[in-house]
């Protein structure tokens, strides 16, 4: 990594921690269960604190965005995380098929929903949308790893894709999972169902009514509504 990218972080860092706020990150982080700390800042004052250091021209170079997100990462407050997460928005577009891995190992690196969601449906799905000749490569593993923060990107990665929406994977993707008592997958069945209502109505109608009784009520109620 570049020693530019890391005065980066050293300097955001002073920042961040110059502005904590002790007892806003209590409440921060009873509302996250205390699976993590909390810097105390809630998104408005990251974003403008983080605003200088995000602006073209001062972010990390491309090259190193993948160190970059990684160390911000491990650091244990979770306002880093989301500091990730929006270096990865900014550099969206330039994302590739082989920038998959990366937002994969942020997946499953100290995984919530809080930076799950966000990857899985809008970094991994836009990314994965350009390149159709995969889509079954990437998706079927993760439908069918015994990590269910995969199964659940595998059951939201393609909540954007509308018209485009493959079908018969996202009912794989679903099916896989249909009975399973974990709360993740449930809410994400019924979410990616709702999400192409939308687009298809009668796809998911029809859907419900084949595999309705083998789906938990969350599931059912989230698709319907």
Not at 22 to 40: R, T, V, W
Not at 139 to 162: C, D, F, Y
Not at 175 to 186: G, Q
Request: hydrophobic fraction near 40%; include cysteine.
């Amino acid at each position: 990594m570049k020693q530019e990218s890391q005065d980066w972080l050293v300097a955001l860092a002073e920042v961040l921690e110059a502005n904590a706020n002790p007892e806003q990150a209590k409440a921060m982080a009873a509302y996250m269960k205390d699976l993590f700390p909390f810097l105390g800042l809630k998104k408005p004052e990251r974003t403008a604190l983080c605003k200088p250091w995000l602006e073209r021209g001062n972010r990390p170079a491309r090259e190193d965005l993948p160190e970059v997100c990684f160390q911000l990462f491990e650091r244990s407050e979770r306002e880093w995380a989301y500091v990730a997460i929006e270096l990865l928005r900014l550099e969206r577009k330039t994302l590739e098929y082989n920038d998959l891995e990366l937002l994969m190992e942020l997946i499953r690196t100290r995984s919530w929903w809080d930076t799950v969601d966000i990857l899985a449906s809008d970094m991994v799905g836009r990314t994965l949308l350009r390149y159709p000749e995969r889509w079954e490569e990437f998706l079927v593993p993760l439908m069918e790893s015994e990590n269910g923060w995969e199964n659940r990107t595998a059951m939201i990665a393609q909540l954007r894709w509308k018209k485009e929406t493959h079908t018969e994977l996202l009912e794989q993707a679903l099916v896989a999972h249909l009975e399973s008592k974990w709360f993740f997958h449930r809410k994400a069945m019924g979410w990616a169902l709702r999400e192409y209502r939308k687009t298809d109505p009668h796809w998911v109608a029809d859907f419900v009514d084949r595999h309705g009784e083998h789906m938990s009520g969350l599931s059912r109620r989230e698709a319907l509504r």
